[in-house]
């Protein structure tokens, strides 16, 4: 069964670094998405990306975060300077479609990389 | 703005008895409603959606969830829990895109 891949699942990381999850969608997914879960808290969507582009994004989503889909296969979040604040278990979703009728709009998540940073 | 509230951060049930996880919701227009479990240390997984058809939904592993709009509800049970029901349960909710707005979760304990 098809499923989406995070790489890594856990990362450390010293406050004030850049860092990089990677996401591999399903392969014939168009929308693709970033959620995170602090430890404790609700799931919290912060972007996502249609079309090479973002289509929307939370208040969250400030300027230290950027998404690209640099080569038609991965799908990647970076946080430029990482703050205490931005530990958590990020999620790496994707769907097909994205519609009124809501067929085929099931996000497939993946299994998280838990990034804490120090 | 849309909003889910899960009723119970946590619940325990005996193994064979009736899962019941509430979830009550908020929205200006008309939603629709997921519920994804997660197991220990794997990602989200839906159990069952609610897309303006039928109003009680059939998930995966025995679930069910009744969409009832005049109580702003969409709960989550299963007649009879197995051991391996044990995981935390999320309610969420989206307004035609995909976006998703999530409960805070309901951890759900399974007693032999």
């Known amino acids: 069964e098809p499923e989406v891949t995070q790489t890594p699942s856990h990362q450390v990381t010293q406050m004030g670094q850049e860092v990089i999850l990677r996401c591999v969608p399903i392969?014939?997914?168009?929308?693709f998405y970033w959620y995170r879960q602090i430890l404790g808290q609700k799931v919290e969507f912060l972007v996502s990306f249609y079309n090479n582009e973002i289509s929307e994004k939370s208040e969250i989503f400030d300027d230290q975060f950027s998404v690209e889909r640099p080569d038609g296969s991965n799908f990647t979040l970076k946080i430029r300077s990482t703050k205490l604040e931005d530990s958590a278990m990020y999620f790496c979703?994707?769907?097909?479609?994205?519609?009124?009728?809501?067929?085929?709009?099931?996000?497939?998540f993946g299994q998280g990389t838990r990034l804490t940073v120090v | 703005a849309q909003s889910v509230t899960q009723l119970g951060s946590h619940v325990s049930v005996s193994e064979g008895a009736l899962v019941l996880l509430r979830c009550n919701y908020s929205s200006s227009v008309p939603p629709y409603l997921f519920w994804y479990v997660q197991y220990p240390n794997q990602g989200l997984q839906l159990l069952l959606k609610?897309?303006?058809?039928?109003?009680l939904v059939k998930g995966i592993n025995g679930f069910e969830a009744e969409f009832k709009k005049s109580e702003t509800s969409f709960h989550l049970t299963k007649p009879s829990a197995h051991m391996s029901d044990a995981a935390e349960y999320f309610c969420?909710?989206?307004?035609?895109?995909?976006?998703?707005?999530f409960g805070g979760g309901t951890r759900v304990l399974v007693k032999p």
């Open positions: 609610y897309t303006s058809a039928a109003t």
């Open positions: 969420a909710i989206s307004l035609g895109g995909n976006k998703l707005t």
């Open positions: 979703a994707s769907s097909f479609s994205q519609g009124a009728l809501g067929m085929n709009t099931e996000a497939f």
């Open positions: 392969s014939n997914h168009l929308y």
